[in-house]
């Protein structure tokens, strides 16, 4: 099985530690490669950062499909690009939103989200409305950091840890969902400290339910369906 992973992003600085994370979750016997974008943002933080995005996302979802790979995990928990790259592909993709919280939805009633800033909130309840999920989102919480700011650990799960109790004390969380993919290495660590605290919820990590949900999309030999994932009509395009 052969996964490409498309950091959203450009530049190479994260590229290596993208790749440990998703071969920690992956299988032994899956392929893994990591790819940047040739244009875009630094991170992604808004809307307007989605959207300068896209055409380098879908540029590397072509190659993609150029390649013959089995799946594509754009690596960004706000989904960028992906119901686009469904049509232009033969293969899954998913972002780190959609089987996060798919998979956080089968573990406990109200789900809650903690993210980096209060400028991606409004983005994921968005996303939550068009996957008709909002009502099981109890709380959408932030700890503060911009994504290119994750790298301090200890400072990050002190940060998550305090959201995650609070939310959970006030029976606002049952899950808590890592609301960003560059929140690398802190699920395990995050659920340890809030059962030590008396608080015995899950902990998804997206990235890690991304892979999952992939292995097993490829497994069951499934693809975007094309009566949703209409393949676009040829016309000139400039992107």
């Known amino acids: 099985m052969h996964i490409r992973v498309v950091l959203p992003v450009i530049g190479e600085t994260l590229v290596e530690h993208v790749r440990s ?12 490669d990591v790819i940047a974008l040739e244009r875009g943002t630094a991170s992604i933080e808004s809307e307007y950062d989605e959207a300068l995005s896209a055409p380098g ?3 590397r979802i072509e190659e993609a499909a150029t390649d013959g790979v089995d799946g594509v995990f754009i690596t960004c928990f706000g989904d960028p690009g992906v119901h686009a790259a469904r049509e232009i592909i033969d293969a899954p993709v998913v972002g780190g939103f959609e089987p996060a919280m798919l998979t956080a939805l089968s573990l406990g009633e109200n789900v809650g989200i903690i993210t980096v800033l209060p400028n991606v909130v409004p983005m994921l309840h968005s996303l939550a409305r068009r996957y008709t999920i909002e009502r099981r989102i109890g709380t959408i919480r932030v700890v503060d950091l911009p994504v290119l700011g994750l790298e301090d650990h200890e400072v990050l799960v002190e940060r998550l840890f305090e959201q995650a109790a609070d939310a959970v004390a006030k029976r606002e969380a049952d899950v808590i969902v890592l609301g960003c993919t560059g929140m690398l290495g802190v699920a395990a660590e995050l659920r340890d400290r809030l059962a030590a605290a008396g608080h015995r919820v899950p902990v998804v990590d997206p990235t890690g339910a991304a892979i999952a949900w992939l292995e097993s999309s490829v497994r069951l030999g499934v693809s975007p369906s094309r009566t949703t994932y209409m393949p676009p009509p040829a016309k000139d395009r400039r992107a």
């Open 21 to 32: 994370e998703v071969l920690a979750w992956a299988s032994p016997d899956t392929k893994v």
């Open 57 to 59: 996302i879908l540029q």
